[in-house]
């Protein structure tokens, strides 16, 4: 079935550093994917996307990388920030088409000072 | 500002009161679309509509309703919540189709059903 699941559920790291974000996906036939951000007691918030005919794509300390052969998806943010400080959700374009995203379950990502 | 709005924003109802939560974008999307969020679970879609008068199932359509009778509003129906229906609820609105397009989410509606 549809999944869209992360390696690790939870992140801790020091202020400054980069953060690796990673995520699975199992429907080979997506062509599009997206980061969001969810702060506490917030909505999601889009970061990036990347689409399948790229490998990488940056943003503003962030970049996403797509590696198809394993279908893995992973967010990079370079030197952390408190505000980072958020759950990370991967989406993929479901089995059902591009009117629809399948979310992962999300990576609590924590910026220690 | 461009944004989406729901309310409310919190709302504890007894099992089997009829209750309605709206969503209203200024943002003239054509896609509106309404997920559950739940422990462990991420984000589910509920209904999803692509235009006025256009709705479809997602993933966890059961017990709820949805119209589309104007394109900047998206309600979302719960006829008879059951205890199972507690969850944070978001609307979201996009351009286009949701796989192609940023979707803009509202703040989140905390519904508890006793």
């Known amino acids: 079935g549809e999944n869209v699941g992360l390696h690790l559920p939870t992140l801790s790291v020091q202020e400054g550093d980069n953060s690796i974000i990673n995520c699975a996906y199992s429907?080979?036939?997506?062509?599009?994917f997206i980061w969001y951000k969810q702060e506490s007691g917030k909505g999601p918030q889009f970061i990036i996307d990347?689409?399948?005919?790229?490998d990488k794509r940056q943003g503003q300390r962030v970049t996403v990388l797509l590696n198809k052969t394993v279908k893995h998806l992973s967010l990079q943010i370079a030197a952390t920030q408190p505000g980072d400080s958020a759950v990370y959700f991967c989406a993929e374009i479901g089995y059902q088409g591009a009117q629809k995203l399948v979310f992962g379950q999300g990576t609590r990502l924590t910026i220690n000072p | 500002e461009a944004q989406v709005t729901q309310n409310p924003r919190y709302l504890i109802t007894v099992t089997g009161k009829k209750l309605t939560v709206t969503c209203s974008q200024n943002m003239n999307h054509e896609y509106m679309s309404w997920y559950r969020q739940d422990p462990g679970l991420g984000l589910r879609q509920i209904y999803y509509s692509m235009n006025v008068e256009v709705t479809d199932k997602g993933d966890v359509p059961e017990g709820y309703k949805v119209s589309r009778k104007e394109k900047r509003n998206f309600p979302l129906i719960l006829e008879s919540p059951s205890p199972n229906q507690t969850s944070l609820y978001f609307c979201a609105s996009s351009a286009g189709l949701a796989g192609y397009n940023e979707q803009f989410f509202g703040p989140g509606t905390r519904l508890t059903v006793l």
């Open positions: 429907n080979s036939a997506s062509d599009y």
């Open positions: 990347i689409r399948s005919n790229m």
